[in-house]
């Protein structure tokens, strides 16, 4: 819970993606490329480690538990995930950023899935 009156975190960056036009969503897609390409390349799950990571707040134990792995492979992955971004995962306005963009992604996979729906109906 975010706040006392029951706003969650996850739904007000899901408000404030759909309010984006298309350049910013769009920029905000090509910052997690780099861990889409690496997961559909080697299935390496580096964006789910990451964003478990953060739900996790930043324990890699507990992202280890998440993902029913070991923690040195938690490390391994967040270390490819710094790698492949070249930015400090754990520095709170990257990983600002980093949670906006996993929002955008998330509001255009779920706007994508309701109009195939509606498309079938």
């Known amino acids: 819970m975010f706040s006392k009156r029951g706003v969650r975190a996850r739904d007000v960056m899901r408000m404030l993606a759909r309010g984006l036009d298309s350049e910013s969503a769009d920029t905000c897609?090509?910052?997690?490329?780099?861990?889409?390409?690496?997961?559909?390349?080697r299935n390496s799950r580096l964006a789910d480690?990451?964003?478990?990571?953060?739900?996790?707040?930043?324990?890699?134990?507990k992202t280890a538990e998440a993902l029913f792995l070991h923690r040195n492979s938690v490390r391994y992955r967040l270390d490819r995930v710094r790698s492949l971004l070249g930015a400090d995962i754990d520095h709170p306005e990257i990983a600002a950023v980093l949670l906006a963009a996993f929002a955008v992604c998330a509001t255009d996979e779920t706007t994508e899935v309701r109009d195939e729906a509606q498309r079938a109906q």
Do not use: E, K
């Open 49 to 61: 480690t990451l964003r478990t990571y953060y739900a996790c707040g930043g324990s890699v134990s």
């Open 29 to 41: 897609r090509r910052l997690l490329l780099p861990l889409a390409r690496a997961d559909a390349d």
